[in-house]
């Protein structure tokens, strides 16, 4: 039973560029969570996909946009990438959207920007 | 200022050792709180997962407790081994609201186990 997978693992991107992260939720999981993780803090909530739909975002800007396919998989895109966009970015999916439903994170992509 | 914050920063501690983590959280109400453990370079693992209305959970050497009045947690640490070296985050779950379970995390606690 696989878990949260991402890809890539690692990128390195340089500042103005476009960078698309991919994820797939654990089997079963139809609500997918992303997160920006700087290093040494707490994750950050960018946005939530639920029904192929965002759901709910977080205070990012609008550079920072996602997806959902019919297969419940997602990708983050952001744009015009900033050195301040270097960090982990994780996904987790869950089983519905409600309280107490379990997240489970994949690895995370590790992005740096030059 | 952080809806939760953690204590303290960072800790080292000696195998075989006991240790306790805090977390202490102004969000009111909220539906669950969460300890994961992040081990360096991967995403976090959930530890426990507890309800406003529960006092304590453990899972096997972790043991979680809530106290609702004063808006603390605790994660305390049986006997630590090596592998326990890892972040530890305290993540308070806002009720459910617009169709969307919001996560507030708190920065994590660093824990070394040495030999």
Known sequence: DAGVTQSPTHL???????VTLRCSPKSGHD????????LGQG???????YEEE???RGNFPDRFSGHQFPNYSSELNVNALLLGDSALYLCASSKGTGNNQPQHFGDGTRLSIL | KNQVEQSPQSLIILEGKNCTLQCN????????LRWYKQDTGRGPVSLTIMTFSENTKSNGRYTATLDADTKQSSLHITASQLSDSASYICVVTLPYSGGYNKLIFGAGTRLAVHP
């Open chain 2, 25 to 32: 959280y102004t969000v009111s109400p909220f539906s669950n």
């Open chain 1, 43 to 49: 994750p950050q909530f960018i946005f939530q996909y």
């Open chain 1, 54 to 56: 965002e759901r709910q």
């Open chain 1, 31 to 38: 609500t997918v969570s992303w997160y920006q993780q700087a």
């Open chain 1, 12 to 18: 390195i991107k340089t500042r103005g560029q476009q």
